[in-house]
């Protein structure tokens, strides 16, 4: 990406999570990450599982059917890249977790 007129620096997205997500076993979970855009704004978002080393290549975060065993630590990493004309790659990038507290029915 070029950057507009006299605009060479990245500034990286900021992922805005809470500390802990309740929810109940054996419901669906569908969450989506949080973050204000940075400089330049196209982000991409992976999520990954300190459980299990599961990872979505996306803003939102998809259990079907969420388990006992899926409780844990969830990472969202928002990831932008700026190439200045002249200069190398530039990437932003900031990560937020989240503990998923599966509560038992």
Known sequence: MDPT???TKTVGPKVQLPQTYDILEGSVLNYHCPFIPGN????????TSSVNNRQWNSQI?????????????????ATNQM?????PVQTGSQGGNMHLNVQCM
């Open 61 to 77: 975060v998809s259990i079907s059917s969420v388990q006992k065993s899926d409780d844990g630590m969830y990472t969202c990493t």
């Open 83 to 87: 190439t200045p004309t002249g200069y």
């Open 5 to 7: 007129k006299g605009n």
């Open 40 to 47: 330049p704004s196209q982000t991409s978002l992976v999520w």
